[in-house]
C-alpha cells in the first residue's frame, strides 16, 4: 500500500456521479437503491418552470421551483403524460433547466400531495444517465439478479481546458475477480460495462488499461470516501448491485497535490 496525492477539479469528480445532488451529498446511490426508493422513474423533458434557473448548480437552500415536465418513457409509476415537480429549497432538492431531458426519479410527499425530487438521489440530465438507462431498460430481463456495472470514462487537462475533458471509453475490458469465480466484460458504445447474476461477494475490477492511458482515480456506488479513490476492490451483496466508474487519463502530472492524501491499493 503506497499513499499518493490526487489534483482534479471537484466539480468533474462530482458530476460523473451526482450531476443532480449537489456537492453537500456524501452517497452515491446505485441505479438499484434509486429505482427501489422512488415512486415513479421517467425520462421527461423540462417544459415549464417557476422561476427560471439561472445554472444548474443554483441550490439556494431559500430557492423554490415548481417545474412542468412532459414524460416521454416511464419505467416506474405514475402513466401520467406529464407531472408538475415542487422543488422546495429548504429540502435542498435540485433545481432543473427549462427545455432539459432528465432521468427523473421522482416521490410522491403523501401528506402535502405533491410530486418532488429528493435530495441526493440519481436524478441526471439524460445525457449523462447512461449507466442507470442501460439498467432501467434491461429490467425485464434482470430484475432481481444481481448487477456489477460502470461506465469507463478518459479524463485529461491541458493549458487551454485546465478544467479538463472527458470522454467515454468503448471496448475497455474489464475483469472482475472474485473469491471462486472470475468474470470479463467489454465497455459498450457508451463506456459501460455491466454484469449480471455474479454471486455476492468481494471483487477486485481489473481493467485492461490500452497503451498510454494510466489509472487516475474510481468512483464507487455508496458513501463517498476519498480514501478510496483509487481502490478497485467492491462488495456485491444478494440480490443488489455494486461496480465503480473508472477514470483513465494521458497525463501523468495529474497527480500533483490540491486535494489531498489518498490511498492507492
Not at 452517497?27 to 415549464?48: G, I, L, S, W
Not at 422546495?88 to 427545455?99: C, D, S, T, V, Y
Not at 403523501?110 to 434491461?138: F, I, N, P
Not at 464507487?220 to 480514501?227: A, E, I, R
Request: net charge positive; charged share 20%; glycine share 8%.
Amino acid at each position: 500500500m503506497k499513499t499518493i496525492l490526487i489534483t482534479v477539479p471537484l466539480l468533474f469528480i462530482f458530476s460523473v456521479s451526482c450531476l443532480a445532488q449537489g456537492p453537500e451529498c456524501s452517497y452515491n446511490a446505485t441505479p438499484c437503491e434509486a429505482y427501489a426508493n422512488a415512486d415513479a422513474v421517467f425520462v421527461a423533458k423540462v417544459t415549464r418552470i417557476r422561476p427560471e434557473t439561472i445554472s444548474i448548480w443554483q441550490r439556494q437552500k431559500d430557492y423554490d421551483q415548481v417545474a412542468n415536465v412532459t414524460i416521454e418513457q416511464t419505467y416506474k409509476g405514475s402513466k401520467r403524460n406529464s407531472l408538475v415537480l415542487h422543488q422546495l429549497g429548504r429540502k435542498n432538492a435540485p433545481k432543473f433547466i427549462l427545455g432539459s431531458r432528465y432521468l427523473f426519479y421522482a416521490n410522491f410527499d403523501r401528506a402535502t400531495k405533491k410530486w418532488e425530487v429528493r435530495h441526493c438521489g440519481r436524478t441526471l440530465m439524460a445525457a449523462y444517465a447512461q449507466d442507470d438507462l442501460s439498467y432501467l431498460d434491461g429490467l425485464h430481463n434482470s430484475a432481481g439478479k444481481t448487477r456489477i456495472a460502470g461506465m469507463v470514462t478518459r479524463y485529461d487537462t491541458d493549458k487551454e481546458n485546465p478544467q479538463g475533458t472527458t470522454e467515454r471509453l468503448a471496448g475497455i475490458r474489464i475483469k472482475l475477480i472474485g473469491a471462486d469465480k472470475q468474470f470479463e466484460v467489454t465497455t459498450n458504445a457508451k463506456g459501460i460495462y455491466e454484469l449480471y447474476g455474479a454471486p455476492a461477494g468481494q471483487y477486485q475490477i481489473q481493467p485492461v488499461i490500452p497503451s498510454g492511458l494510466m489509472l487516475f482515480g474510481v468512483i464507487h456506488y455508496g458513501p463517498l470516501d476519498p480514501s478510496q479513490f483509487r481502490s478497485l476492490r467492491i462488495e456485491l451483496k444478494e440480490s443488489a448491485c455494486s461496480g465503480a466508474g473508472i477514470l483513465l487519463t494521458t497525463d501523468p502530472t495529474i497527480g500533483k497535490p490540491k486535494i489531498g492524501l489518498l490511498t492507492d491499493y
